[in-house]
């Protein structure tokens, strides 16, 4: 089945795109395709997305399915569905 993912971010300056669309099997979570993407992906793509030697998402990275962020859902462990959109935002530092 086929997912959507959108890179926001530091993460789409890393893969330089703003989206693709990823087969993914069914019952696929969210952490798998997470994994799913830094084999392809690598090492920089792994440090944007990954904490903890891979084992959780990186503090300040929201990650949202079809917009709700996967806190108010089932967490990493949040199961996808056809035409699902993930999108990968992370924060940003700012002032003045």
């Known amino acids: 089945m086929k997912v959507t993912v959108q890179y926001l971010g530091q993460v789409r300056a890393v893969l330089n795109k703003g989206r693709e669309e990823v ?50 859902l089932q967490g990493t462990k949040t199961r996808l569905n056809v035409k699902d959109v993930v999108t990968l935002l992370p924060l940003f530092a700012g002032g003045g």
């Not at 440090?47 to 806190?71: C, P, S």
């Open 23 to 72: 087969d993914v099997s069914p019952k696929t979570t969210v952490f798998t395709l997470l994994k799913q993407l830094t084999e392809r992906y690598g090492e920089a793509f792994e440090g944007e997305v990954f904490e903890e030697e891979g084992k959780a998402v990186r503090e300040g990275l929201i990650v949202t399915v079809n917009g709700k962020a996967i806190g108010q």
